[in-house]
């Protein structure tokens, strides 16, 4: 375990820190700019594997014996789930564990320099930066790289390890007095220091892929393998932006994953079309295909004359520090049928759920554009860089594709590609104008905002017919600008900017006729953290309950305990958070602590009205899982109430959902 050692556990983690974009997001988009950069050039497309399985936590961590302890009393279950991405017709992991002048360095760069960056070349997507960190979020801190390469006439293997945590946690394996980072491997010396450098041996590592059931390469097979062990699948796949419950998709592994891989990554996913080479994705072994809305989106992106609705138009602007064409916008605006959503027999969900965004289709679906590099990778969607919006039936879509080629008029050695490519942030979502010495000219000239101008006046120049007034915004649009003040911003990692101040989180404005609300807030911890507020006449019971979503339905805990299932999910903790009465709140945190389950709770509030609430967590015996919570106003008058509930997953391989509603008064 003694070796190199970049900087301290604690730095990595906190600049990898990101709340509000979905895990599953960060990783596709990471892992898969790492495929596609390295795609062998004797092959025609890469192939990617997001697959998760179980392993014996013992066989793991007796290959560590320095650490087998410290595993085994951290970690309490025996068996355990790891995740494995695997590419295939790309290079591996070229090179040494340290760098060289002009020769490839692949391993050193990914593996060993945590915080290497590489933002030359417009037409690579990834692999530089602290996004390629993303890795280390979703276990307990262990990540392990198995590769097979071609070099100097030979094929070879590898096998690296890296463990990264806070060094300051009492949970830290490494202990106390540690930098929290270190490096797994064979003991080598090296200009006269002992190193943690790969395994070569290839009977040592094919030992250790026997734990997990993985293959290694053969033939002339190469590639790369990561392996994140003691998986958290929680904090992948639990966290999403859209708030709607028409999902078209089961909140599990395969369809997250699936559905994550499409949103970022349909103008390149099986597209022989694509001016360059397409990738091949596949989760557990199964070939992802391209749903009818994406499909359309791909076809728009090809530019398929067969789509008779759509509108190609170059993008310029001459004062942007160019003369070429900056980019290409593709407009598609039509009916629900048009883009194969909320219409039998697939009934897709609406384009807002699809690509994620907080945005529910209405009375007003406001356009969404998508805009990219010629990499083939989402840079992100946008909803709100005009007020165009369309009738409840109808949907306008627009892409932008850059011309990364496109050269400063002053300075021809500036490519665009290259300075909008240096103002993303590590995991590569917007684009923004920046001072930066490489790219004066551009820099000077502005054309991110430039080219966002440009778009935004286009749409609302030909599609004016359904442009919102300028004094005044659609219920859907003010909504939007409301979330922008309430939300977190959704940057990864260090932000170029200092981040808003978020306010006061302020109970959610129930009403009579929508009494019942469910937010979720996301992690905290291994939990599931949700909000669930009510709107109650006298003597009206609120009702917020637990469900197991299956092909079949969903099963209330009740009944799935009846029918001899464990329960995969339980409550684990009541927090009453506000009250509201008339003009009169009450804000403050009380717990309902967990030996008073079971039982009804009547707590008398601080209120000029002396209101009085009774809350039960089902609770029937001390065998039956807490499922349930129920609320009731015992006061003379009408009451808002909001409470957050901790679920504790305790079968991941299940879907849950919340449900809440109002019973009235009998």
């Keep these: 375990l003694d070796g190199d050692f970049v900087g301290e556990g604690s730095t990595v983690l906190a600049k990898i820190n990101n709340k509000t974009t979905p895990g599953v997001d960060l990783l596709v988009r990471e892992s898969i700019q790492n495929t596609l950069d390295e795609i062998r050039p004797d092959k025609t497309c890469g192939i990617i594997d997001f697959s998760s399985n179980t392993f014996k936590k013992s066989a793991f961590a007796s290959t560590i014996p320095q650490l087998e302890s410290a595993i085994n009393g951290f970690v309490k279950e025996t068996l355990c789930h790891f995740l494995v991405i695997s590419d295939s017709n790309t290079n591996g992991l070229l090179g040494e564990p340290y760098k060289r002048k002009d020769k490839p360095n692949n391993l050193y760069n990914l593996v060993y320099d945590i915080d290497s960056h590489d933002k030359k070349d417009q037409n690579v997507g990834g692999s530089w930066g602290i996004g390629k960190s993303v890795y280390y979020r979703y276990g307990i801190g262990f990540v392990f790289y198995y590769t097979r390469t071609f070099e100097d006439g030979q094929y070879q293997e590898k096998l690296a390890g890296v463990l990264i945590q806070d060094e300051k946690s009492k949970d830290c394996l490494l202990g106390p007095d540690t930098t929290g980072i270190c490096f797994i491997g064979d003991t080598v010396e090296h200009e006269g220091k002992k190193k943690r450098w790969p395994i070569y041996d290839s009977t040592k590592i094919q030992e250790f892929l026997d734990i997990f059931g993985i293959a290694r390469y053969n033939e002339q097979q190469t590639g790369t393998k990561v392996i994140i062990p003691f998986l958290n699948s929680a904090s ?275 009403t009579h006729k929508r009494p019942s609300h469910v937010a979720f807030n996301g992690l905290l911890g291994n939990l599931l953290s949700y909000d669930i507020s009510f709107a109650l006449k006298p003597s009206e019971l609120g009702k917020a309950k637990l469900n197991v979503v299956t092909n079949s339905g969903n099963f209330n805990i009740v009944d799935w305990e009846r029918d001899g299932f464990a329960s995969p999910i339980r409550i684990k903790k009541v927090t009453m958070k506000c009250v509201e009465i008339d003009k009169d709140s009450y804000e403050h945190e009380i717990e309902i602590p967990q030996q008073r389950w079971g039982s009804n709770q009547k707590i008398r509030l601080p209120l000029p009205t002396n209101p009085e609430i009774e809350i039960t967590v089902s609770k029937k015996t001390p065998q039956t899982t807490p499922h349930a919570v129920y609320v009731k106003n015992l006061s003379q008058s009408d009451l808002r109430y909001q409470m957050t509930i901790l679920v504790e997953p305790l079968n991941l391989s299940y879907q849950m959902t919340v449900v809440a509603d109002v019973e009235e008064a009998k």
């Excluded at 590590?426 to 778009?455: C, L, N, V, Y």
Aim: hydrophobic content about 35%.
């Design 236 to 510: 992948l796949i639990q966290r999403r932006i859209y708030e709607g419950t028409d999902l078209h998709w089961n909140i599990n592994f395969e369809d997250c994953f699936s559905m994550a891989i499409q949103r970022w990554w349909f103008p390149r996913l099986n597209n022989s079309s694509f001016k360059g080479k397409m990738f091949i994705a596949k989760v557990n072994g199964k070939k992802v295909e391209l749903n009818p809305f994406f499909s359309v989106l791909q076809r728009l992106f090809n530019n398929d004359p067969s789509i008779k609705e759509s509108a190609m138009v170059p993008i310029t602007n001459k004062k942007s520090g160019t003369e070429d064409t900056l980019g290409y916008l593709f407009c598609l605006k039509g009916e629900k049928s048009l883009f194969n959503v909320c219409v039998p027999p697939e009934n897709l969900s609406n384009p807002y759920a699809q690509i994620d965004v907080a945005q529910e289709s209405g009375q007003d679906n406001p356009v969404i554009l998508a805009y990219m590099r010629r990499f083939g990778l989402v840079v992100d969607y946008d909803i709100d860089k005009c007020k165009l919006t369309t009738s409840p039936n109808e949907y306008l879509i627009a892409l932008f594709v850059l011309n990364d080629d496109a050269r400063a008029k002053d300075n021809p050695a500036e490519s665009l590609g290259r300075f909008l490519k240096a103002s993303e942030n590590p995991d590569h979502k917007g684009w923004r104008d920046i001072d930066d010495k490489r790219f004066p000219s551009f820099s000077d000239h502005r054309p991110a905002s430039k080219i966002f101008k440009r778009i935004k006046n286009y749409l609302e120049e030909n599609y004016k017919e359904h442009s919102a007034p300028d004094e005044t915004y659609g219920p859907a649009l003010l909504r939007r600008k409301v979330g922008k003040i309430l939300l977190p911003p959704s940057d990864f990692g260090d932000a170029p900017e200092k981040e808003p101040k978020i306010p006061k989180r302020q109970i959610i404005k129930v």
